[in-house]
């Protein structure tokens, strides 16, 4: 019941801006963007978050498009801590329905010397 | 500092011998969630608690069940594990659900072994 599509895998070199896209076409207009990344064997960890305006934390930022339709992570300077698995995930909220989280199969982001 | 906790890190079992997995939270969120991720697959929810309110996924298999006793407490209880169930499984909490934004925090989680 995944709602969004990520590219399998992206490298970056450290230092350097990674910038991670996510398409949500099918996003309804109350259901968040959460993004989380996931460092091998280990829990997700949260990152950012938006509804449809852009958003910046000391993280990372959150760029929505206009239509919602797509996002992108940018983590503006990468460092080798930062190789983990990303997911974009669209909260779904239906009605009264729970706070349910579908996990699309994320990109792993490998950052490189 | 507040925290989602899951014991043990690592837990073999035999095929067929149930086994309990157990999270903590010290966070006082109302819910919280189980989720099943197979290796290189994205987390997959089985169920959650609304307080004391059970909720399940339509897929998840009666294998897996789940207790919570309290609001500090959530057990996995796997009644006949076989070899599909060896995955890492993930405790979360998140303070509410509804409408507005709830993030979820995620334990470490727990990896079954299933000899």
């Known amino acids: 019941d995944a709602k969004t599509t990520q590219p399998p895998s992206m490298d970056c070199a450290e230092g350097r801006a990674a910038n991670l896209p996510c398409n949500h076409s099918?996003?309804?207009?109350?259901?968040?963007v959460y993004w989380y990344r996931q460092i091998h064997s280990q829990g997700p960890q949260y990152i950012i978050h938006?509804?449809?305006n852009n958003e910046t934390n000391e993280m990372a930022s959150l760029i929505i498009t206009e239509d919602r339709k797509s996002s992108t992570l940018i983590l503006p300077h990468a460092t080798l801590r930062d190789t983990a698995v990303y997911y974009c995930i669209v909260r779904v909220v239906r009605g009264w329905d729970f706070n349910k989280f579908y996990f699309g199969s994320g990109t792993k982001l490998n950052v490189k010397p | 500092d507040a925290m989602v906790i899951q014991n043990p890190r690592y837990q073999v079992t035999q095929f067929g011998k149930p086994v309990t997995l157990s999270c903590s939270q010290t966070?006082?969120?109302?819910?919280m969630y189980w989720y099943q991720q197979k290796s290189s697959q994205a987390p997959k929810l089985l169920f959650h608690?609304?307080?004391?309110?059970?909720?399940n996924e339509a897929d998840t298999p009666d294998n897996f069940q789940s207790r919570r006793p309290n609001t500090s407490f959530c057990f996995l209880d796997i009644r006949s594990p076989g070899l599909g169930d060896a995955a890492m499984y993930l405790c979360a909490t998140s303070r509410d659900r509804g409408l507005v934004q709830e993030t979820q925090y995620f334990g470490p989680g727990t990896r079954l072994l299933v000899l």
């Open positions: 938006g509804l449809k």
């Open positions: 608690y609304y307080d004391k309110d059970f909720n």
């Open positions: 966070l006082n969120h109302n819910v």
């Open positions: 099918t996003i309804s207009g109350n259901e968040y």
